[in-house]
């Protein structure tokens, strides 16, 4: 009986050292020491600009299409040629405007002839009658007859504006100074009122640029609108090549209403054109400093993390431990973001490796310092 107690008790204290020893083993490994680069925040001077794909659009165009029928008998320019207000572009046929225009002078000197001889036979026979040598009934005719004779011609004379207006539209000239396209009729084409478009004249300097924002951004340009005193190159121009134009522009105007299914607004800037280097239909850039300028905190893009819409970047703590920090980003300058809110000079962030982070989480650095 003693044996057997032996026996047991040295398997109960074999199973309890056994069991302790298990239990110790399953609790949770230490946390991994992550290896990262860091990054020191420093200011930077920077000049941040809001893009925004735009239009260009000329100040001034016109379709010139025909008033009057005929066949086109002259074209003055050449396509795509500079012209100034008043210089001829094409002529319809003028033989048969000129004769009508002939025509209606002749029936107006002849109406103004006629009221002429009315009114001195009126006169007349208002002397008569002061001497009660005619019938009351003879002056009245002679009344008549003036104001008949006044209605001729002044008949006659609108149909001589009428006709001096159809030959002055038989040469279609530029009503402001521009250049034409390319043309749409050739010589001997036949016309008509309205039809067909025979050209058309855009003006080139200046150059206006439509561009369309978000709503929210209205009371930003309206503060830019109505302030006197604006930066220089506030509106600049990069092309699709990557270069950029050389003259700033001038905001103009706000369109007087928000679309209502698209929550936008058009605006327009206005750009000087000597070299006529914007050319009308032309897709740009339009870049529009904004309020990073200067002396700005900086730092490298890949630090960001975006979670939900909102940014973050890992804080270096003491302990060699990161804190998940909120900030909330600026302009987007190379590889480089300005960070407005949520950093102060010094700081020292997590560079690379920021994908392997979590908070709380203790790091071992490969490069600390300024980038």
Partial sequence: MKSNFSILALTALIFTVFSCGTKQQSGPPPAPIVSVNTYKVVEKTVRGFDEYPATLVPMSEVELRPQISGYITNIFVQDGQL???????????????SAAQQQAQANLASAEANLDKLVKDLERYKRLDAQDAIAKQQLDYAETAVLDAKSKVAFANAQLQS?????????????FDGTVGISQVRIGAQVSPGQPLLNTLSSNDPMSLNFVVNEREIPRYNRLL?????????????????????????????????????GTINLRVKFPNPDHELIAGMTVTLQVLNED??????????????????????????GNKVHQEKIELGTQIGDEIVVREGLKEGDVIVDTGVQKLREGVEITTETTGQQ
């Fill in 83 to 97: 012209v100034k207000k008043g210089q001829k572009l094409y002529e319809i046929d003028r033989s048969k405007y």
């Fill in 293 to 318: 300028i200067g002396a700005q905190l900086a730092i490298p893009y890949k630090a960001v993390v975006e979670q939900m819409g909102e940014y973050f970047v890992f804080i270096v703590q003491d």
């Fill in 226 to 262: 109505r302030k006197e005193d604006k930066p220089d190159s506030l509106f600049t121009i990069k092309f699709s090549d990557g270069s950029a134009y050389p003259f700033p522009g001038e905001f103009i105007t706000i369109d007087r209403a928000v679309g209502r299914q698209s």
């Fill in 163 to 175: 006709a001096t207006t159809d030959y002055q539209y038989s040469v279609i000239t530029a009503p």
